[in-house]
């Protein structure tokens, strides 16, 4: 059974930092490329960062850069994504994300809320 897990989240103060992490299972992590995503109550959900099977990554947000880095540990089939510097603007809930062709899998979201 494919699981994809998230967890880290949860209130910071303006200027903090999170760790996410997603644990996963039912599928060989290395294989796939691995992304997270957010979604921002009342919008869509928006691509924040990927990281392929190759170990490349990329940033989709420009007001992230610099600041979100993702990484991932194929060993422990899990994946990160560190988060310095969180704006309100970043208050959101944060989704983990597997593609390898056809294959798609999501995780169940974790709530990161950045306020004073």
């Known amino acids: 059974q494919v699981q994809l897990v998230e967890s880290g989240g949860g209130l910071v103060q303006p200027g903090g930092s999170l760790r996410l992490s997603c644990a996963t299972s039912?599928?060989?992590?290395?294989?796939?490329?691995m992304s997270w995503y957010r979604q921002v109550r009342g919008k869509g959900r928006e691509l924040v960062v990927r990281?392929?099977?190759?170990?490349?990554?990329?940033i989709f947000v420009d007001s992230m850069k610099e600041r979100f880095t993702i990484s991932r540990d194929n060993g422990k089939e899990a994946i990160y994504l560190q988060m310095t510097n969180l704006q309100p603007t970043d208050t959101a809930v944060y989704y983990c994300h597997a593609r390898r062709g056809a294959l798609d899998y999501w995780g169940q979201g974790t709530q990161v809320t950045v306020s004073s």
């Open positions: 039912g599928f060989t992590v290395g294989l796939f490329a």
């Open positions: 990281v392929s099977s190759a170990g490349e990554s990329t």
